[in-house]
Nanobody, 118 residues
């Protein structure tokens, strides 16, 4: 079972940027697809970025053009660069392996809170 540790969240003004990071306890070379999810208060987690070993990357329309996922397999690290943040991006962000296109592959980490507010 891989464990994930997220960091990099915080309070940012609308239009600002944040770079989230997560470190996996296992090798990313063994994890075909990794992703970032977010959870709005009282809602289920939803996938906002996915990256595969084969180079496939995808985002939902809500973040496309603003968020960029990257993975450093040698360092077992996944990043999420978030630009032009909006108040409706406020959520707890988690990374995880991705199964079946959108389902988490492992247990959840603690996540990192992102708050976009003036």
């Amino acid at each position: 079972q891989v464990q994930w540790v997220e960091s990099g969240g915080g309070l940012v003004q609308p239009g600002g940027s944040l770079r989230l990071s997560c470190v996996a306890s296992g090798s990313l070379f063994d994890i075909s697809a990794v992703g970032w999810y977010r959870q709005f208060s009282g809602k289920e987690r939803v996938l906002v970025a996915v990256s595969t070993l084969g180079g496939y990357i995808n985002y939902p329309a809500s973040v496309k053009g603003r968020f960029t996922i990257s993975r450093d397999n040698a360092k077992n690290t996944v990043h999420l660069q978030m630009n032009n943040l909006r108040p409706d991006d406020t959520a707890v962000y988690y990374c995880n392996g991705v199964d079946g296109a959108k389902y988490p592959a492992h247990d959840w980490g603690q996540g990192t809170q992102v708050t976009v507010s003036s």
